[in-house]
C-alpha cells in the first residue's frame, strides 16, 4: 500500500491489487477492493462497485459512534434472503474485539492505567509488546510498536495526521484534565446490548423470535416426556431423544442469544 495525497483533508491509500481506501478527515473511512474511477470517465455500461463505508464520531471522552456501510450494485438480491442481523452479529464481534485492543493501547500511552491493572490486561490479553507504550507516550508512539507491513503505512499516517492537525488530542468543546475515563469491565466495555441491539430494528426483532423460540423449546421438551405415560416399547426411546434434543436445541440457542446480542468474552489468544 502506498499513502498518496496525504494532507490535512486526511489521505488516500492505494493498493497494489489496483483496490483503495481513502480517509476523509475527521471521522470517515471508505475503500474498495476494485479500482476507483476517475473523473469524467464514460463507461457504457456501468461496472461492479462494492466498497466498505466507515464512520466513526467521538461523542465524549472514551466514546465514540461507529457507522458502517456496504454499498454494492452487486448481489443486491442477497439483502432479500439474509436478514441484516446475520451480518451485524460478524462485524459486531470484529469490531468488539478491535475496538477493545485499541481502548487499551490509548489507555497505556496515556498513562491512566494503573501498573495491576496493566499487568492483569498483559496475561489476560497477551499484550505484553505494549509495555513500550507508556513510556515512549503518545508522542512517540512509533517507537514502541513495530508496524514493518504496507498495510501499516495506513495507521502511520492516520497517526502523523492526528499528531500534526490535531496535536494528538481530540479538541473537545470542554476539555478535561485526564479526558479518558477509567477503564470499565469487559462485560460493559464490551456489552452489545444497548449500544446495538436495542437500536437496531432487525437485531432487536431476531433477538424477539430467538427467545420466544428458546422458550418454545424447552415446553416442547418437558410436553415430550409426558408423553412418557402412555408410550410404549421403542417408542419410549424415540420420545426421550426427541425431549433431549429440544432441551439441547434450547440450550444452544441460549448461548447463541447471550454471545452475539448481550455479550461475548474476548481473548485475544485465541481468535
Not at 420420545?239 to 446480542?261: G, P, Y
Request: aromatic share 12%; with cysteine; charged share 20%.
Amino acid at each position: 500500500m502506498k499513502i498518496e495525497e496525504a494532507n490535512i483533508a486526511g489521505f488516500l491509500s492505494e493498493q497494489d491489487n489496483s483496490g483503495y481506501f481513502r480517509y476523509v478527515a475527521p471521522c470517515t473511512f471508505y475503500g474498495s477492493p476494485l479500482p476507483k474511477e476517475e473523473k469524467g470517465e464514460e463507461k457504457k455500461k456501468k461496472p461492479p462497485q462494492f466498497m466498505l463505508v466507515f464512520m466513526c464520531v467521538p461523542v465524549s471522552p472514551g466514546k465514540s459512534r461507529v457507522i458502517w456501510a456496504f454499498p454494492r450494485n452487486v448481489g443486491v438480491w442477497l439483502d432479500k434472503v439474509i436478514p441484516r442481523w446475520y451480518y451485524h452479529i460478524g462485524q459486531n464481534a470484529i469490531l468488539d474485539s478491535d475496538i477493545y485492543l485499541l481502548h487499551i493501547e490509548v489507555m497505556i500511552l496515556q498513562l491512566k492505567l494503573s501498573n495491576s491493572e496493566f499487568q492483569s490486561l498483559v496475561q489476560d490479553m497477551e499484550l505484553k509488546q505494549q509495555r513500550n507504550f507508556a513510556a515512549a507516550g503518545v508522542e512517540n508512539w512509533q517507537k514502541a510498536v513495530y508496524v514493518p507491513t504496507s498495510s501499516d503505512n495506513m495507521v502511520i499516517a492516520f497517526r502523523n495526521w492526528f499528531r500534526k492537525h490535531c496535536k494528538s488530542q481530540v479538541g473537545w468543546a470542554a476539555p478535561t484534565i485526564g479526558q479518558l475515563p477509567e477503564t470499565p469491565t469487559k462485560d460493559k466495555l464490551m456489552e452489545r446490548y444497548w449500544s446495538h441491539v436495542a437500536q437496531c430494528r432487525s437485531c432487536s426483532a431476531a433477538l424477539k423470535t430467538m427467545k420466544a423460540l428458546e422458550v418454545a423449546l424447552q415446553v416442547a421438551s418437558v410436553a415430550v416426556v409426558g408423553f412418557l405415560a402412555v408410550a410404549k416399547g421403542t417408542l419410549r426411546a424415540a420420545v426421550v431423544s426427541l425431549a433431549v434434543l429440544c432441551f439441547a436445541a434450547s440450550r444452544w440457542l441460549a448461548s447463541f442469544i447471550e454471545k452475539n446480542f448481550y455479550f461475548q468474552d474476548y481473548v485475544h489468544a485465541y481468535k
